[in-house]
């Protein structure tokens, strides 16, 4: 038996098997690592090709005495069946090993602020999840995210698989003869306006549909609850201003995507669907638009952001900005320019907010002269006063 210590997590790796032969010895050897700590542990069971009753008493031994959630990773499918087959499932946190997968080779079809899209083959995607996002806070709940926003009214593509790639983790799902809007709009350009504005009627519509706020967290107060990671980047009259922007924002018990952009939709006989709904929440759609303002108008006149984002470089600068246009005026419903306006200036206000974050979940993403430009931007906006949201 081997250790590790990171970040003050204490990771102890199985290897064998484990049974009323060594069971005990076993025993000593992990609470001789374990000593008096109260940090972490994790057991990694990658190695383990058996595990009997004595052995799996080891492990509940463990769990009490550390008084809190002890996981099992890595186990092989014979090992977990074990672990089902004895309810430990229901009294451990054991986690299958994940299989590994390349994107050597795949299409690079969207992507987003979490991470990238990529076509597998004609009957699979896989989202590739960046190595900053949590596994535990983010990608292991998509799943069930995907289905409760399912059932609730939703349409989206329900992920069956979580997977290695690289060091990162990533999320599978089965799209049979289905196709990215973005290839779908290159594909098809002299109808680009109606693709587009059946695409921000789906969104409308998500936006009207409530969901149990047990289910989704609120977009606007788990932002307000990250914004101490913030504080090497912002002053402290900064973060005053960006968080009383926040609170601003009314609250909603209606569905948020979280990165809501034409990257993140599949089309399967003519209907839309979402995918890569790890940051889902609720929330006014204000957190949704900025995430579409963020692509179309931000980097809309940025020849190296164009080409090095799939979900624009099929596309002209003009075609960008028309797309954008199209999706604002049919989701307001409006040709009104001083209401368009009022709602770009309060949507530009949020997405600068929610890039700020890309400071910490993309390390390196932003040059201190563009960290600086986009703060200006932000800062600029909220000092001149946004008024009470206008859609």
């Known amino acids: ?16 098997r484990i049974d009323t032969n060594n069971a005990a010895q076993t025993e000593k050897e992990i609470f001789d ?15 383990l090709e058996y595990i009997s009753s004595a052995g799996l008493r080891v492990l509940m031994k463990l769990r009490k005495s550390i008084n809190k959630p002890l996981p099992v990773i890595n186990v092989s499918r014979d090992v977990y069946d074990i672990f089902e087959t004895t309810g430990f499932t229901e009294l451990l946190d054991v986690r299958k090993a994940l299989r590994k997968v390349s994107t050597e080779g795949m299409k690079l079809i969207g992507s987003g602020f979490t991470g990238d899209v990529y076509r597998m083959d004609e009957e699979t995607v896989i989202k590739v999840f960046r190595p900053t996002i949590s596994f535990d806070m983010v990608i292991s709940k ?71 706020p047990a289910k989704f967290g609120s977009v606007k107060y788990e932002s307000i609850g990250a914004l101490p990671y913030l504080a090497s980047v912002l002053t402290d009259e900064e973060m005053k201003k960006l968080k009383a922007l926040y609170e601003s924002i009314p609250d909603r018990d209606t569905f948020i ?78 040709e009104n320019e001083e209401l368009i ?21 993309i390390p390196g993403s932003l040059t201190p002269e563009a960290l600086a430009a986009m703060k200006q931007k932000l800062f600029s906006l909220c000092d001149g006063g946004l008024g009470e949201i206008c859609f």
């Open 1 to 16: 038996m081997r250790t590790t210590t990171e970040n003050n997590t204490l990771t102890i790796f199985l290897e064998g």
């Open 33 to 47: 690592a374990v000593g008096g700590r109260t940090d972490d542990i994790i057991i990694d069971a990658e190695k």
């Open 142 to 212: 998509e799943n069930q995210k995907a289905r409760n926003a399912f059932v609730a009214g939703v349409p989206t593509a329900i992920p069956y698989d979580i997977v290695r790639v690289g060091d990162c983790y990533g999320t599978v799902y089965e799209m049979l003869d289905a196709k990215d809007l973005v290839s779908v709009m290159a594909e098809d350009k002299e109808h680009i306006d109606l693709h587009i504005a059946d695409f921000a009627k789906l969104v409308k519509s998500i936006h009207g549909v409530k969901v149990d």
């Open 257 to 334: 995507h979280g990165d809501c952009h034409t990257g993140n939709v599949m089309v399967r006989d003519g209907e839309m669907m979402f995918i890569d709904l790890g940051t889902a929440g609720t929330g006014h759609p204000i957190f949704d638009m900025g995430s579409m303002y963020s692509l179309f108008v931000d980097r809309a006149d940025n020849d190296e952001a164009i080409a090095a984002s799939p979900v624009l470089h099929p596309f002209t600068k003009e075609e960008i900005k028309r797309i954008w246009s199209v999706f604002i005026r049919t989701y307001l419903d409006t």
């Open 341 to 361: 306006t009022k709602a770009e200036r309060q949507i530009e206000a949020i997405s600068l907010a929610r890039r700020l974050f890309m400071v910490i979940a």
